[in-house]
Each structure stands twice: as C-alpha cells, then as structure tokens.
C-alpha cells in the first residue's frame, strides 16, 4: 500500500500498461494503414475495373466505358491516394526528431513528385502509342512509381510490410504488362485494389 492509502497497481496491469504503450509507440512510428495502403487500393479498385470493362480479357469491352473515362478515373483517384500517403508518410515522420524526420518529410515529398512525373512522361508518349497500348502505359508507370516508392520506404523505416507490399506491386504489375491490357486491368484490381485495402484492414487491426 502506498503513503496515500491507495493499492499499487498489481503487475499485470503494469504489464498491459507498458505493452499498450509499446504498440502505440510501434504504430505511430510505422505508420497508420489506413492512410498508407487503403487509398491506393481503393483508387486501383474502382481505376482498374474501369479499365478492365473497357478491355474486357477477349478485345471486346463488357460496358460502354471509354478508355479516357477510365484513365480519369484512375489519374483523378491516383493523385488523391498519392496526397493521402504523402500526408501519412509525413504524420509518420512528425513522431520522429531529427534527421530521420527530416529524411521522412522528403520521403513524402517525393510521392507528389513521382505522380507528377508519371504524369509528364504518361503525356509525352502516349501519342506514340497505339489506345490499348497507351493505357497500359499509364497504368504501368503508375504501378511502377507506387512500387518502388513503396520499397524504399520500407528500407528508410525498416518497415518489412511496407518493403513486400512493393516487391507485390512491381510482380503484379510486371507480369500484368507482359499479359496484356485487359489482363493487368483485372489482376491490378483485384490483387492490388481490394487487396490492399485488406491488407491495411489487417494491419490496422493486429495487435
């Protein structure tokens, strides 16, 4: 009994105390999911099933969807999701001091930079290209940046999800190109899109 009168706290719950500390300071650190994986996977959900109506797997579209009515779709959720993530990556680094804060602030900074560059060399070449081949061209690139932007955060932060998610990205996205538009629609959507928001649905939740 303390000096006060008052029982002190029975080790269990300094145990419990000291582990919830411990995971609060884990997700601050790592990064809320929602805010990291949720936004693309639901700008690649809705962007590549518009894609992939349009595509269909044989040549012939599935719904009366025209190739710039997807490409705006996913452009327009693309750069949403990609401030989302930047706002996400720079809460993260807001817990940190120092240089690695620093380090984390132009890590998010870099998000908006890699959509904008995207959208450059997506504008220059796909007058070149043939319609098919001009989205997938966009939807390449974009998967691309996401990937590898993906990858070296999770070596900036020593965050192994955020490294694998990247590696999954670049797969999928890498045989996608090689199958064909229609193809890269559907796994896009379906791995990537509803994947993701599972996947931060997830880790959202786990302990």
């Not at 240089?99 to 060399?121: D, E, H, N, P, R």
């Not at 691309?144 to 192994?160: E, F």
Request: charged residues 10%; hydrophobic residues 55%; glycine residues 14%.
């Amino acid at each position: 009994m303390t000096d006060d009168g008052e029982q002190p706290p029975a080790p269990e719950d300094t145990l419990r105390l000291m582990e919830e500390q411990r995971a609060a300071t884990v997700r601050a650190l790592s990064g809320d999911p929602l805010l990291l994986y949720a936004p693309w996977g639901i700008a690649w959900l809705l962007g590549f099933s518009a894609f992939f109506l349009h595509y269909g797997l044989d040549g012939v579209s599935y719904a009366p969807i025209s190739q710039m009515q997807a490409l705006s779709v996913l452009m327009g959720a693309q750069l949403l999701a990609g401030g989302v993530a930047a706002f996400g990556i720079v809460r993260m680094a807001g817990v940190i001091r120092g240089g690695t804060s620093a380090k984390g602030a132009m890590f998010g900074y870099a998000w908006f930079g890699g959509m904008v560059l995207m959208s450059v060399i997506g504008i220059r070449f796909s007058p070149m290209l043939p319609p098919a081949e001009t989205g997938l061209l966009w939807a390449g690139i974009s998967l691309m940046v996401v990937a590898v932007l993906y990858m070296a955060g999770g070596a900036i932060y020593h965050n192994w999800p955020m490294f694998f998610i990247g590696v999954w990205i670049a797969a999928v996205d890498a045989l996608g190109v090689i199958l064909g538009p229609g193809w890269h629609a559907l796994l896009t959507a379906v791995l990537l899109g509803a994947g993701q928001i599972v996947i931060a649905c997830w880790l959202r939740r786990r302990p």
